[in-house]
């Protein structure tokens, strides 16, 4: 496992505090990033170092610009980079960039964000692997016909879950073939 020096942690509040305690405990130099709605964020000053990133970009935004969390990374001499969860963290674009800028990704490798990132990916990968999933058709359904038809198969209640993301909609229950 390589030894990092000096780890940019690639969030904000308390997930970032969290890392930035761990890094701290690890005795290795840490830096947070921060919008500028959270210039006075505690995480900002429970680390060595501290930048803002996505200026001009509201807070999201700002946590969101891969090119600027690298290029601090870069400019402050990071050796790695940490993203917490949520934000970057399932990006394989930001695992990508991290590599082309030489600074290490502290998760998961870019494939495996990128098999993770798609149900159906996931649940073949899962099964790959002996992992045991909740049964149920894998793959891509052509339309309502064709989901009635496996849902009838399966056998009712069947849940319906989008492969790559459902814009916050989640997990449906079908309990008949009306629903």
Do not use: W
């Not at 701290?24 to 680390?47: C, M, W, Y």
């Not at 002996?130 to 038809?149: D, K, N």
Request: aromatic letters at 6%.
């Amino acid at each position: 496992m390589p030894q990092f020096q000096k780890i940019l942690v690639a969030n904000r509040g308390e997930i970032a505090i969290r890392v930035l305690r761990a890094a701290n405990e690890l005795g290795k130099r840490t830096v947070a990033i921060f919008a500028e709605e959270d210039k006075l964020a505690l995480h900002r000053f429970k680390s060595d170092e501290a930048y803002q990133v996505g200026r001009g970009k509201g807070p999201v935004a700002a946590y969101l610009d891969i090119a600027s969390i690298v290029q601090v990374a870069k400019d402050c001499g990071a050796d790695a980079i940490h993203p917490g969860y949520g934000l970057l963290s399932e990006n394989p674009a930001f695992v990508d960039a991290c590599e082309a800028a030489g600074i290490a990704f502290i998760g998961p490798p870019p494939k495996a964000i990128r098999a993770m990132g798609d149900k159906i990916e996931s649940k073949k990968a899962a099964q790959e692997a002996g992992v045991s999933c909740v049964p149920g058709f894998i793959g891509e359904i052509e339309g309502v016909e064709h989901a009635v038809q496996i849902s009838e198969e399966i056998g009712y209640p069947v849940m319906i879950k989008a492969s790559a993301g459902g814009g916050g909609k989640g997990i449906r229950v079908a309990f008949n073939k009306k629903d």
